[in-house]
């Protein structure tokens, strides 16, 4: 989004309508025989000394009351209604908004977006933003130097050096797991064709999440592995520098550090579970799962040199963040932007699944921003904002409705780098009992694990899914289908790619064209089918989705049957990384602008939601020539040839439905200041923000 900061609107003037007295006259007035209204002009008739006389008098309203001030009950305490908490808070582990609200403000990044501008960049623990110009980039573009800042501390105390720096990187790389961000930096300093540390010692992938296995490795091959990534990121105490050798060059590199690679405290961390930066122990530390990081230090506190530390957490409920007095800018980190202390002292982030509760918070001023559990909830907000803000213009006007009990302010026309994606699960995880496919087999009252291996079922969901409905219902009209996954301006981005729209006469040939047989020989179509849909707790638009598909699917078959359940962000997530879901309604926020950063995830051999998926090796492999092909080729035009390829093959093997595209509004209170939204990210970034 480019848009100015905006000001947050905080007062508006009521107008009184009183009446008003003439001025007086050197006569004699015995009687006056009409009413004056304020501010109005009028024929008075008086009676002086017997005798009538008209007079053309303009009465002057008396002085207006003061204006009403919206102020906050708490200057000092910014408090924010969500409906989820973090998945973890171990910044080589995260890959979800919630955790990364708590990174972005308790570490500090190499480089930072200026304000909210995320092609250019400025310096953060980094002195200079490297380039080719200033000599920091080689001219063959696979060398960076980093030149570090010097004086930072760690919220404990100790100093921020080169060495964290380095080490901070290289355990991104090593802890690895499918579930985490950490091919984002293996690629460029890998290989393209890589997304995970285990593809070094087995490209095939089969050790990607193996952690028992992975012990087993030869110790020899290990530790050179681990060297592969220390010598690759190195760092120069002596010099005050990080460098970073890449396997090829890589344009994104620059604006992934953005938001992933925050700089940990290599102490801190191997003294609270973490790894300790010794080669001949990392594998010991490769990602064990969510649930295993969180039962140390490392997945539950902090200890960054950011601009907030973590004061207390309360799982499932809320997490308090305290300024941190010492933050270290002197200096706006950019012309106009902030520096020192922040100037909130505190930031309460409280998760509350109910969106009337939310609601209610917000409206009796007791928070400064809500999350909608889904556009169906704008309408309700938009009654409460006396002030909104055009996000694409950047200026605010009053509401024509403008009440004094209207204390809201609605930001609006954001642009989006996300959109939400149907996912479809290859042989289903029934180990030990998998309630969400019933029985477990076709035979009306469940699914076999083998459902969606068959792309025609996979088809038939894809054009079984009413997209009209939903934008209505959900975006009030205001959103479009997508129709290819990298988003719109970017290489491969086409309105006119093949896409799957809502035909039931499809619908129903796919469904009939299933190979599924029931153990009595009967069809798909006529044995029917059950399972559980889930989404997470709160987010109603997921929940339409689900709505959506049990509705038209009933609609084509009386014997298509969709339950729906509502789980916590964290256990719906922990259930589709262990393939219990047999769809998963999750949305992708883009880590940094670029194509790659879609196709990695969607559809390459190991990739996040691959994994998630257990996609085929023999469907992930047919994208993985182009997608690391595509990634290389420095060409925009080249690119999107490469990349129309891709969309076809995508299309034909419908391993996703991809949703819709739209803008997005924020809520807020007019007595904030110092707001403005990242297109990535939102409004993540609490250090700029004051209240009056």
């Not at 002057?60 to 910014?78: L, Y």
């Not at 570090?148 to 990187?169: C, E, M, Q, W, Y």
């Not at 904002?385 to 302010?409: E, V, Y």
């Not at 049957?561 to 879901?581: C, G, N, Q, R, Y």
Request: proline fraction near 8%.
């Amino acid at each position: 989004m480019r848009t100015k900061l905006f000001s947050l609107l905080s007062l508006f003037v009521i107008l009184s309508m009183a009446l008003a007295a003439c001025a007086p006259q050197t006569v004699v007035v015995t009687q006056v025989v009409t009413q004056v209204v304020p501010g109005a002009t009028q024929v008075v008739t008086q009676i002086v000394q017997g005798t009538p006389v008209q007079q053309i008098v303009t009465a002057t309203p008396p002085p207006a009351p003061a204006a009403k001030e919206f102020k906050s009950k708490d200057p000092t305490t910014w408090v924010t209604l969500e409906f989820g908490g973090p998945q973890t808070l171990d910044p080589a582990s995260d890959y979800e908004t919630a955790g990364a609200e708590i990174i972005q403000n308790t570490y500090d990044f190499l480089v930072m977006d200026q304000k909210n501008l995320t092609t250019q960049l400025v310096p953060d623990i980094a002195t200079e933003v490297p380039t080719v110009a200033n000599g920091d980039i080689s001219a063959d573009g696979m060398t960076y130097t980093f030149k570090i800042r010097t004086g930072v501390k760690f919220h404990n105390g100790d100093p921020l050096t080169p060495h964290d720096v380095a080490f901070s990187f290289q355990r991104f790389i090593l802890q690895g797991g499918s579930a985490s961000p950490a091919w984002i930096f293996v690629q460029p300093i890998l290989g393209a064709q890589y997304t995970d540390i285990t593809n070094l010692i087995d490209p095939t992938g089969k050790l990607t999440d193996d952690v028992a296995s992975l012990q087993k490795v030869d110790p020899a091959k290990l530790k050179s592995t681990c060297t592969t990534v220390t010598d690759a990121i190195k760092a120069d105490d002596t010099a005050n520098t990080v460098t970073f050798k890449l396997a090829q060059p890589w344009a994104p590199l620059l604006v992934s550090m953005v938001y992933f690679g925050a700089i940990t405290d290599q102490k801190w961390i191997g003294a609270n579970g973490g790894w300790d930066g010794s080669c001949d122990t990392w594998q010991k530390f490769y990602f064990p799962g969510y649930d295993a990081i969180n039962k140390l230090n490392i997945g539950t506190q902090e200890d960054g040199s950011g601009p907030f530390k973590i004061d207390h957490v309360t799982p499932n409920q809320e997490i308090d963040l305290v300024a941190n007095p010492d933050y270290w800018p002197t200096a706006p980190l950019w012309d106009g932007g902030p520096s020192g202390a922040p100037k909130l002292q505190k930031v309460i982030i409280k998760q509350i699944a109910d969106m009337a509760t939310r609601l209610a918070t917000y409206q009796a001023g007791d928070a400064d921003s809500i999350q909608p559990g889904s556009r169906t909830d704008w309408p309700q907000l938009d009654t409460l904002a006396g002030s909104t803000c055009d996000g694409s213009k950047g200026d605010c006007q009053q509401s024509p409705t403008d009440t004094p009990d209207m204390s809201g302010l609605r930001l609006t026309n954001v642009p989006q780098a996300t959109h939400t994606e149907v996912w479809y699960t290859w042989d289903l995880n029934t180990a030990g009992g998998n309630s969400y496919v019933g029985s477990g087999k076709l035979d009306g009252n469940g699914i076999p694990p083998n459902f969606f291996d068959d792309i025609n079922v996979r088809q038939a969901f894809n054009q079984c899914f009413d997209f009209g409905s939903y934008i209505q219902q959900v975006y009030q009209g205001k959103a479009a289908q997508v129709t290819t996954i990298m988003l719109p301006g970017e290489p491969g981005a086409d309105p006119n790619a093949p896409h799957y729209t809502y035909d039931s006469a499809k619908c129903t040939a796919a469904f009939k064209a299933s190979t599924l047989k029931s153990a009595d020989g009967k069809s798909l179509w006529d044995t029917g089918f059950r399972f559980t849909m889930a989404y997470n707790t709160g987010n109603t638009n997921r929940q339409t989705v689900a709505l959506i598909f049990q509705q038209d699917l009933a609609q084509i078959n009386p014997n298509f049957k969709v339950d729906i359940e509502a789980i916590p962000w964290a256990s719906f997530l922990s259930a589709a990384a262990a393939h219990k879901l047999p769809i998963f309604i999750v949305g992708w926020l883009e880590d940094y602008p670029d194509p790659n950063d879609w196709l990695v995830p969607f559809a390459s051999t190991g990739g996040n939601y691959t994994t998630w998926q257990n996609l085929p090796k023999t469907i992930s492999s047919q994208f993985d020539p182009l997608i690391q092909a595509g990634v290389k080729e420095p060409d925009p035009a080249k690119r999107a040839t490469i990349y129309a390829q891709f969309n076809q093959l995508y299309y034909q093997n419908a391993t996703e439905l991809p949703l819709v595209l739209a803008t997005n509004q924020y809520y807020f209170q007019r007595w904030d200041n110092g707001v403005y939204i990242n297109p990535l990210w939102g409004w993540l970034w609490y250090y700029p923000f004051s209240k009056n």
